[in-house]
């Protein structure tokens, strides 16, 4: 059963704050970047109350699953790649991901996505955010598109299915806004 899309609430920051602290804590290696992404990382926007996790690993780098366990989140070996979006990288290695989740009484309370730097799906994640924190219009239009897909699709796959398209305009938009505004991706 999908999980529906909840007001913003001023809590998802300081959750994501908590999963960065479990993850160095548990002995997170200098070398990964730890980002919120997703719609809960953008303020005033309608989202899944599911935490959104990015770890950004140095290039040929592999994931600690020890540290990513005592952090308290499960891997999830069946995913092992975002969607290609068309029109941009066709090297399967650009989608190449692993993911773990977090759960609390059988309910999902944070995605941990790690992908390697440099690649395209890693860039993606946090231009989008950084587009849709800039950009009222573009967050306000896809609130809307959220909240019209989410009661008429009752599995996440139909959710993702009604969403996809519109993510995938949203992506040449936020390229748009990073060409005219000289975004380039955070240093870390």
């Not at 790690?114 to 993606?124: E, K, S, T, V, Y």
């Not at 924190?133 to 809307?144: E, H, K, N, T």
């Amino acid at each position: 059963m999908l999980t529906p899309p909840e007001p913003y609430s001023d809590d998802w920051p300081l959750r994501f704050a908590h999963y960065r602290a479990s993850l160095l804590e548990a002995g997170a290696p200098a070398g990964w970047h730890i980002a919120h992404i997703g719609s809960t990382a953008v303020p005033g926007l309608l989202a899944k109350p599911i935490i959104d996790i990015q770890i950004t690993l140095p290039p040929a780098s592999v994931p600690d699953w020890d540290v990513i366990r005592r952090a308290g989140f499960d891997p999830v070996p069946d995913i092992t790649s975002d969607d290609p979006v068309p029109g941009w990288s066709s090297d399967a290695a650009d989608w190449a991901k692993s993911y773990a989740r977090r759960t609390r009484d059988g309910t999902r309370t944070a995605h941990l996505h790690i992908r390697h730097a440099g690649r395209a799906n890693q860039r993606i994640a946090l231009l989008v955010r950084d587009h849709l924190r800039a950009d009222p219009q573009s967050a306000r239009l896809y609130a809307q598109m959220k909240h019209a897909a989410a009661p008429r699709s009752y599995d996440g796959r139909a959710y993702g299915d009604l969403k996809d398209p519109f993510v995938r305009l949203l992506i040449l938009r936020a390229e748009d806004w990073a060409r005219a505004t000289g975004w380039t991706l955070p240093s870390h």
